[in-house]
């Protein structure tokens, strides 16, 4: 076509009509730009399908990582041996016991056990790295960005930091009871129980009961944020899942 337009105007030259020349040339001009407009939209075009499919494949990869850190976190809420329920229920079980006088049996063993149990959460956090590395502007909804940046950090750090408090509290002042007050007692070789050396003087031993309390009160705290952090992963799944529907 443009070859054609370029045989036109040498013709229209060559007879001396230099203004059909130029509106010929004015229209050659409009085609070429024509052309590189619908070229650049076709880039365009292409560069937000790749950006599209690139966006997906890294929502689908955290929809994944939220599976995995949903599981283990019904693992570590409720479903393990020692999961925190089973600590602070057997927290308050003890605290129970021991201030109102009652009689030792053998039951309270496991209960003394699962009081020292707590464990943390393994998150999966490979698809929102790669969102990282990208560029998080990859993922277009300006309501869903934050929402993943949100949790892959603050909400992540909190379950990370109220795991950090039961731990210190464990090894700052329960583990000695753990150590001197009592025997470790192995059942068919696959659970323990923790049995009392002195369970009359432990009941008198108002110095254990009260880091029972603050002990308790760490766990109910970690219990609660385990729950909404449980809740968060829920929901962004979800809105992940219909974003890409």
């Not at 997906?56 to 020692?82: A, F, G, H, M």
């Not at 003394?112 to 790669?130: E, L, P």
């Amino acid at each position: 076509m443009i070859k054609l337009f370029r045989h036109i105007g040498q013709n229209l030259l060559m007879e001396n009509k230099t203004s059909k020349y130029f509106k010929y040339a004015i229209g050659e001009i409009i085609l070429v730009v024509i052309g590189i407009l619908i070229a650049l939209q076709i880039n365009n075009w292409n560069e937000a399908k790749k950006s599209r499919e690139k966006e997906r494949q890294v929502l689908t990869s955290i929809i994944s990582d939220l599976d995995y850190t949903l599981i283990d976190l019904d693992r570590v809420i409720d479903t393990s041996t020692n999961n925190i329920k089973r600590t602070i229920s057997s927290i308050y079980t003890i605290i129970d016991v021991l201030e109102t006088n009652q009689s030792y049996h053998d039951s309270l063993a496991y209960n003394f056990r699962a009081v020292n149990a707590y464990d943390n959460i393994d998150f999966k956090t490979s698809g929102y790295q790669s969102l990282v590395s990208i560029g998080t502007d990859l993922v277009q909804d300006p309501k869903l960005r934050p929402a993943i940046g949100k949790f892959h950090t603050s909400s992540i750090n909190d379950i990370k930091g109220g795991f950090e408090e039961v731990h210190l509290d464990f090894y700052s002042y329960m583990i000695d009871y753990y150590r001197k007050k009592f025997n470790t007692v192995f059942v068919d070789g696959t659970k323990d129980k923790l049995v009392p050396i002195d369970f009359e003087a432990l009941k008198k031993d108002k110095e254990y009961i009260q880091s029972l309390k603050a002990f308790l009160c760490v766990n109910i705290t970690y219990f609660k944020t385990l729950s909404t952090v449980n809740n968060e992963a829920e929901q962004l799944k979800k809105d992940i899942e219909n974003y890409l529907e």
